[in-house]
Structures are given as structure tokens and as C-alpha cells.
């Protein structure tokens, strides 16, 4: 029998495409690029498996005439990049890479506040432009975290990391989430549930960990940020759309809200002008995972569940993280 074929659509680890070579032949593409939807139809073509970034959106549009594609392993936690009802009904598994980074970006959430809230990056651009001729007692005033109410928005595993970190820094957790933590949980995170307005009136720092979806599209709006108190600072380590980056900015601009850490974007990469234009937010470009290890894990769980998927290794049959099990039972 020959070989089943699978498609990596970015470049991997080499380790992780000899991984998937010991089962399938692997075709690994040397250079990210964003795809159109004919351009992604035409490279998923004669594959029995394919594993995606976040950037390769597969909709029934692209899934239309291909009756071989059994498998999709998404390189990330996130899959709104996926139509997971149209994959389901073309009979394909797909499968994300949760929980291998939920510590990595827990931290980076942790960067985020400390370097929005004390203005280290306005701070040290001025430095480096040769602006630093002596000091001022009111140079470069930032807001504590210490003591401080920390909000957060979305109680997963993530938020809940992010939440234990908080003890070190005496400071009581709220949080808001679709379902409420059972109390052990609760009390292991120091964390206490609240009604979404009362976690917006009541956080000085307000961390964002509720995954995309269209219901919570602009689940930050302009009604929402009025809310929040004039000095917060907000954190995104979600998805882009969560927050209405327009009126993000409009806030900060005024002086309606503080500060603001990003790491995604509305329509990622391009980030909206007047968000580039203001000191007070800090931009980095979805790394929030970015480590080396954790890296190496997301690869390594998208490479195992593609391998169990197409019915080969130990796991045979088996993925570790299907998001569509359903499709395993038919």
C-alpha cells in the first residue's frame, strides 16, 4: 500500500517533519505566507492530512471536491480559522495543541501588564532617542500592580495560571467566564466570580483569555471600555476581534482608559493606525506562546495527533485533542 500523504502548510521544527516521514510522505513548505482561499484548495489537493497555522482559513469553500483530506491538525490552541461544521460534514478530524502553552502565555499575559502598567516601552524609547539628561520625581509615572484588583475575562486554564501568579503580587482576582469555576478551583486561583459589569467597574488591571467566536466579537466595545476605570490597563492575549481596536484606541487617546498591552489584532497582521500611533499601548506580534520549549510542544502535539488520526503510530485512531470527535465514530 502506498504512503498516505501529508501537506505542512509553514515551516516546523526539522525534528517534526522527520516525525511525520517515518509514516507519510510529507511535503513542508520553507516559508509562511497567507493564502487565498483557491490558493489553499489547490495546495490541500491530493493530501490525506494536512497540518495548518492559524493563517490557513479552511471553509467548505476550500473542502468543495476534495474527497481524500481525512485529517487537520491546527498548530495552535485557537481554530476560528476553522469552519468546524463544514470539516465535520466532509467526514475530517481536526485537532489544536491546547494546554502545552497555557504556562508560556501566562506569563507573557504577566510581561504585558508590568510593561504597560510602568511604561517601560515608552520609557525606553525616549531613553535610547538620547531624551534622558537627568531625573525628574515625576518622570515617567506608571500605575502598581501590587495590591491591585486584577480582572480577568475568560477562566480557562490560562486564566487560571494567570490567576495564581496574582498571589505573589497581593492582589485580589475577579473574574468573569461563561460557566463558573467549581469552588476548589476558586479558592486554588484566590480568584472570586463576578457579573461581567462588576469585573469592568472593579479591575485596575483587566486581562482578556475568552476564545473567538462570534458571539464574543467586540466582547470589549465602546460600552464596555466606558465602564472600566479611567486609569486601567487592559491586556489582550486572546484573539483579535475580541476587542474593538478602533474604540481601544479612541479610549486611550482620550485618556478614558490608562494603558493597553496587545498581542493580537482585528485583521492580524495589519494593526489599526490609531493603535501605532499612541505611547500608551504596548504592540508585540501574537507571541505570546513564543518560547522555545512551548513551541517544540505545539508542534509535537499537532505532528501526534495527525499521525493518530490517519490511523498510524501508537495512538492509532486516537488523537490526543480532536475538536471533532464525533467524526472518529462514524
Known amino acids: 500500500m502506498s504512503k498516505q500523504r501529508v501537506w505542512v502548510s509553514r515551516p516546523l521544527f526539522p525534528e517534526i517533519v522527520t516525525k511525520l516521514e517515518q509514516y507519510f510522505v510529507v511535503v513542508a513548505e520553507t516559508a509562511d505566507q497567507k493564502r487565498s482561499t483557491e490558493q489553499l484548495k489547490k495546495a490541500l489537493a491530493g493530501f490525506d492530512g494536512a497540518l495548518l497555522g492559524l493563517n490557513d482559513?479552511?471553509?467548505?469553500?476550500?473542502?468543495?471536491?476534495?474527497?481524500?483530506?481525512?485529517?487537520?491538525?491546527?498548530?495552535?490552541?485557537g481554530y476560528?480559522?476553522?469552519?468546524?461544521?463544514?470539516?465535520?460534514?466532509?467526514?475530517i478530524i481536526a485537532s489544536n495543541t491546547p494546554e502545552v502553552l497555557n504556562e508560556s502565555v501566562a506569563d507573557y499575559a504577566w510581561a504585558l501588564l508590568l510593561v504597560a502598567a510602568?511604561?517601560?516601552?515608552?520609557?525606553?524609547?525616549?531613553?535610547?532617542?538620547?531624551?534622558?539628561?537627568?531625573?525628574?520625581?515625576?518622570?515617567?509615572?506608571?500605575?502598581?500592580?501590587?495590591?491591585?484588583?486584577?480582572?480577568?475575562?475568560?477562566?480557562?486554564?490560562?486564566?487560571q495560571a494567570i490567576a495564581r501568579r496574582a498571589q505573589g503580587f497581593g492582589m485580589p482576582v475577579l473574574y468573569h467566564n461563561r460557566h463558573r469555576l467549581p469552588e476548589s478551583l476558586e479558592q486554588s486561583c484566590g480568584a472570586r466570580y463576578v457579573d461581567k459589569p462588576t469585573?469592568?467597574?472593579?479591575?485596575?488591571?483587566?486581562?482578556?483569555?475568552?476564545?473567538f467566536t462570534s458571539e464574543n466579537r467586540h466582547a470589549i466595545g465602546a460600552a464596555e471600555l466606558?465602564?472600566?476605570?479611567?486609569?486601567?490597563?487592559?491586556?489582550?492575549i486572546a484573539r483579535g476581534g475580541i476587542v474593538d481596536d478602533a474604540a481601544l484606541a479612541s479610549a486611550l487617546r482620550d485618556g478614558r482608559l490608562g494603558a493597553a498591552g496587545?498581542?493580537?489584532?482585528?485583521?492580524?497582521?495589519a494593526v489599526h493606525a490609531d493603535l501605532l500611533a499612541l505611547e500608551n499601548v504596548v504592540l508585540s506580534p501574537h507571541i505570546a506562546s513564543a518560547t522555545e520549549d512551548t513551541r517544540r510542544a505545539m508542534a509535537t502535539l499537532a505532528a501526534d495527533n495527525l499521525i493518530a488520526a490517519l490511523g498510524r503510530g501508537p495512538q492509532s485512531g486516537h488523537p490526543p485533542t480532536p475538536i471533532n470527535p464525533e467524526v472518529l465514530t462514524r
Open 80 to 91: 476560528n480559522n476553522l469552519d468546524i461544521a463544514a470539516i465535520t460534514r466532509a467526514g
Open 199 to 211: 469585573l469592568l467597574r472593579e479591575s485596575d488591571h483587566l486581562v482578556l483569555v475568552l476564545p
Open 226 to 236: 466606558a465602564l472600566m476605570k479611567p486609569r486601567a490597563v487592559l491586556v489582550n
Open 118 to 159: 510602568r511604561r517601560v516601552n515608552s520609557a525606553e524609547r525616549w531613553l535610547r532617542a538620547g531624551q534622558w539628561h537627568g531625573m525628574r520625581f515625576d518622570d515617567w509615572l506608571g500605575v502598581d500592580l501590587h495590591g491591585k484588583t486584577l480582572g480577568i475575562l475568560g477562566m480557562g486554564r490560562i486564566g
Open 57 to 77: 482559513r479552511v471553509d467548505a469553500a476550500v473542502l468543495e471536491g476534495n474527497n481524500r483530506l481525512k485529517a487537520i491538525a491546527n498548530l495552535g490552541v
Open 262 to 269: 496587545l498581542d493580537v489584532f482585528e485583521g492580524e497582521p
